[in-house]
């Protein structure tokens, strides 16, 4: 067991740019979240799938960003024609179904710097 | 809306000090969870407290939930600077997701 591993760590932009994060989940956990976190702030939910069903979105997740989870393994979050307010950490987590109280497992994250 | 407020935002204290920083909500929780963060690394789950009232102990670290289930401390006793990071309460919104607190950034100064 490896871990949650995401990739690339750190990304430098320009504005207008697509970018595309990968999170390689551990591979016993059927649920897989991306949260967003500023600096100084605690994570923000965007996104959740079981396997490969993506069942919610949160509202900050504008048309510009999309998620996939082919397969029900890994994931891939693509923002595309990135802003400058997209500078943030992406964090993925994975848990098991057996329920939130047993919490997740956050890889190390995405810095994304938008310039 | 916020659901979880933690208290102090930051927090400085020397080494070898007791510290309690805390976590509360409006909203009635069935569980808390408490993480700690540390710089370029994601969060890392501590305890999780599931009845009101609990009191959980990990070392030096004490974690309590209010007896409502709407608060929660975390009490850290002879402060090292290994405790350093930022600490965040969760809770589960719905049966689905968990939703985070603001965070208390924590400094202990050797």
């Known amino acids: 067991d490896t871990g949650v591993s995401q990739n690339p760590r750190h990304k430098i932009t320009k504005r207008g740019q697509n970018v595309t994060f990968r999170c390689d989940p551990i591979?016993?956990?059927?649920?897989l979240y991306w949260y967003r976190q500023t600096l100084g702030q605690g994570p923000e939910f965007l996104t959740y799938?079981?396997?490969?069903?993506?069942?919610?979105k949160s509202r900050l997740l504008s048309d510009r960003f999309s998620a996939e989870r082919p397969k029900g393994s890994f994931s891939t979050l693509e923002i595309q024609r990135t802003e400058q307010g997209d500078s943030a950490m992406y964090l993925c987590?994975?848990?098991?179904?057996?329920?939130?109280?047993?919490?997740?497992?956050f890889g190390s994250g995405t810095r994304l710097t938008v310039v | 809306t916020q659901l979880l407020e933690q208290s102090p935002q930051f927090l400085s204290i020397q080494e070898g000090e007791n510290l309690t920083v805390y976590c509360n909500s409006s909203?009635?929780?069935?569980?808390l969870q408490w993480y700690r963060q540390e710089p370029g690394e994601g969060p890392v789950l501590l305890v999780t407290v599931v009845t009101g009232g609990e009191v959980k102990k990990l070392k030096r670290l004490t974690f309590q939930f209010g007896d409502a289930r709407k608060d929660s401390s975390l009490h850290i006793t002879a402060a090292q600077p290994g405790d350093t990071g930022l600490y965040l309460c969760a809770g589960p919104f719905g049966n689905e997701k968990l939703t985070f607190g603001t965070g208390t950034r924590l400094t202990i100064i050797p």
């Open positions: 799938f079981q396997n490969e069903a993506q069942l919610e």
């Open positions: 909203s009635v929780f069935s569980s």
């Open positions: 987590a994975s848990s098991t179904n057996r329920g939130l109280g047993y919490g997740y497992t």
């Open positions: 591979s016993e956990h059927n649920r």
